[in-house]
Structure formats: structure tokens, C-alpha cells
């Protein structure tokens, strides 16, 4: 099957690999030259382990990347899986991609930046839709003009986009058929989630011969996905708000168990052993309870933010006020732990030097977007602490990012003559540091353990003062 992917970043270009390596013939598409040029070489320019390894045995063999739209002619099938960051101030939402409607304009007062004299969204927070609309002008202009092509929605969007979508592109003289099949994978394990999914959720037109059309194409998509995986056929809508609100609840999960961390500082409890016990209720489930500094990256802070400023949008307040609370909790995470390092340090963080290990906002990726690690470290700055920051996998981007940050390649150089060291992205290979050794080099033997990762007994027996969050 003939197959493009537009927007070759963390999810298509992985996707793009693992349809490749089902089988099929594709072509990732994507604006930035050097990008393509990495994945083109088999080098992407970010890390997910088994990438390199999927793009060598791929590329060449059914697997191609460009930055030529006009190979989307060629394709059946178009997945778009372009960036759906959070809007800065002052940008458009939701209306950017579609047809004059006016549905979510109205809800902020603010005029269109379009000059049409339309009411615009102007708020934080909203999804900026902008590389979609770009991926769609190159749909329209150059998706065949002699066979139906299904276009399938990958990115994350605000509910209402995909039927905005399928509205506009009802209007090309291409043949085009639009469906939304939100991606689940988590960095990290991008490969495996997308060749395994707990799930497959599938946002059809509710024209039958065109859902029937989408259906059968998706279904040669995914010949190498095992028969037994869910599919849930359901409508745009749905399809939209399963991927946002699975995600919110995923967040929500994590601000419950910080917060319950919280209390447990307040009295004296320790929330690695309430989580234990909690996630032993099949009700409640272990995963995604581990206390710490909080969630970041490319999705989660952002998915969240996009669903309350959409929840506000369609007139559901105290559903906005809820994702709120849950980001307000998440920020607060970061406080809680710059607050802990200024009490290793004797009450203030003021001409003390912090040694933080870990940059990326989680463990086997590079990704430093919304990294709490980040926040952590530029909250002691703002505080008068002198930081150095390192991380096994980040440091380059970290460099090119954060002129500003003082950023060095290993631990030891990190913590020399450090007052107090933060653990703040649990990579395998912090988990076994020696305290012994990394006791040579600081100023003061004090550890904020801010992903409840290292055994506290081990590091106060090496006379360390260890604080975890939420943990005694
Ligand atoms: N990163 C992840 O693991 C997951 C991401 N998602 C969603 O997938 C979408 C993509 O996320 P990421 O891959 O993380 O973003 P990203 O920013 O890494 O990648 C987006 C890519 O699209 C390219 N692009 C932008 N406009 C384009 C255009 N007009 N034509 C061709 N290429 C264009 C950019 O150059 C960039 O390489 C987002 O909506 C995200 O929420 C969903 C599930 C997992
Ligand atoms: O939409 C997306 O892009 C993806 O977002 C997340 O995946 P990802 O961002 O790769 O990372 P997660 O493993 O979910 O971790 C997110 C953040 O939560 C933190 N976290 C996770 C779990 C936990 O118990 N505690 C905790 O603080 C992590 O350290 C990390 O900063 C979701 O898990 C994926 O299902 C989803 O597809």
C-alpha cells in the first residue's frame, strides 16, 4: 500500500518506520530539510530506542523521506502527524483550519487576526493549529487527482477539528475521505506501542459508504497489527476526546498521587507505600502513580492545557476549572521540590550551587519539552543558586536550547563541590550511583530525590541527608 506521513518529529517518523517495516510503501514527508536529510541516513535527530536500527533496516527498502509534497499524489493513504503545540498569546485556536465557522470565536469576544471581523480566541493554552493547516494546504494541493485518498488525522487536536477537517476538504477537487485515529504510544517505547496497541480507535465519517471506505483502508494499514486488538469504530468527536481526556486522566492520576504526597510530608507518611497499596486495588491500578516533581514533555502539559481552554469553549467551566486544578497541582510539583532543595541547603538556595542529574522529561528520550527538570532548575536560579545540569541523553539539545545553563557532560563534573545534588530524571544509570563515590566530590552530602527512584536508607547510611517527595 502506497502510504505518506506528513510530519516525520517523535510520532511520524516512528510511525512512518513501523509501516514501512509492515510492509508497505512510504514516504515521510516533513519541512525541515535536516531532519529529513537524519532519517533519510538512518540518524534521526532525536532519540527512541530502536529507531536507528528500524530506519537502517527500512530506508531504501519501501521507506523514503522528503520534503517534496508532490510525492503525496502517489499515496492512498496520508497520515498527518504534524505539531499541535500550545498557542502562545495572541494566536488563533481551533478556527485556523477551518471554513468560516465561527462556533468557538465566539467564545472569548477577542476579534479575528484574519481581519474578517470575526470574534478570535486569544488565550494561552488553546492548541495552535497552524502546522495542521499547513499539512492540509499541501493535501489540497497535491493528494491525486485520479484515485480517493483517505486522510487520517494522527495529531493530537481540540475537539471539532477533525469534522472542520473533513468539511474543508470536502471542498478540493481531489477525492478525499477524512478519518481521526488518535496515537497512544509514549516515548520511549514508540516502536512497541505502535506495533502492539492496547487499542485502536478509529473517528469515521458518519457518511456510511465513506466509513466503510476508511475502515477497509485502515484495515490494510494495520495488516501488521494482531487481529485481536480492540477497534472501536466511533465518531469524530469521540475519537478526539478519548485521545485528550485519556491523556488528562493520565495527568489527573499523577497531580492526585503529588498531591497525596503533599499530605504525607505534612504528616510524616510515606506515599511509595500508600501508592503500593493503593495500585493493589484492581479499581485503581499501579500504573502512573509514582510521586515525584510531575509530569512534562511534548504532550501531556499541553493536551491538558488544550482540553481545559476547549472545555471553556464549550461552555463546560467546572470541567475547565478540574483540568486547571490538575495543571496548577503539576506546576506546584516543581515548587514543592525547589522548596525541598532550599531546605537541604539550610532555608535558602541564595550563592549555593545545585547539581541537577537528569534534563529530559523522562527516562530513554531526549526530549527536553516542559521538562519538569527545567523548571526545577530555573526556579533555583530565580532563587540565587548557581546550577549545573547534565543528562546521559540530552545534553546536546539541552546546548543548543539553553545558552543560559550551566550544562556538562558527566555526573562527577556535575556534582563537584555541589551543596546539594538533584536526581531528576530517573535514568537506569542514576539509579546506581555509588553515594560513596559521589560523596568524594560535593560540598555537602545532601540529595533531593525527585522521583522517589534511590533508596533512602543506602544514601543516609553513606551519610547523606536524603529528602524524596513525599516520602519519609
Ligand atoms: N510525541 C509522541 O510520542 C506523541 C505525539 N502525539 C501527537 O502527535 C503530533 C506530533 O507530535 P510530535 O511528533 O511529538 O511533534 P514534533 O514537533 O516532534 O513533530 C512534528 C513534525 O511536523 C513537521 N511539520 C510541521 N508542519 C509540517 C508540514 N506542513 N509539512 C510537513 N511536516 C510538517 C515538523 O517539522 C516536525 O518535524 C502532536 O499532535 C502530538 O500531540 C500523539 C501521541 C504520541
Ligand atoms: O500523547 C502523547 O504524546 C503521549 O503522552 C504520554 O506519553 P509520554 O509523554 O511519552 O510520557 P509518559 O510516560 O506518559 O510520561 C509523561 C510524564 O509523566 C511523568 N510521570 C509518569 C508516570 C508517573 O507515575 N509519574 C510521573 O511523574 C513522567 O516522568 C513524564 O514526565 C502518554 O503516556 C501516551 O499514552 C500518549 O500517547
Redesign the pocket.
Known sequence: MHISVIGCGYLGAVHAACLAGAGHEVVGLDVDARKVAGLQAGEPLFHEPGLAGLLGRTVGHGLRFTTDPGTLGAAEVIYVAVGTPQLGDGQVGVGQVGTGHAGNRRATGNPAPDGSGAQGPVTAGRADLSQLDAALRQVEAHASRTHRTLVVGKS?VPVGTAARVAERLSQSDADLVVAWEP??????HAIADIRAPARLVHGLPDDPEQARFARSQLARCHRGIDAATPRLAVDYATAELVKTS??AF?STK?SFINAMAELCDAAGADVTALADALGLDPRIGAG???A?I???????PK?LRALQARAGELGAQPVAELLGRVDALNLRARDRATEALARLCGGSLAGRRVAILGAA??PDSDDLRDS?ALGIADRARAAGARVTITDPMATGGLRRLRADLEVVDDTLTAATDADVVALLTPWPHYLRLDPAELGEVVAHKALLDGRNALDPDEWKRAGWRYAGMGRR
Open positions: 493530537t496515537e497512544f504510544v509514549r516515548e520511549g485519556a491523556n493520565l499523577i502512573f502513580l509514582d515525584g510531575g509530569f512534562g514533555g511534548g504532550c501531556l493536551d522529561f523522562k519538569p
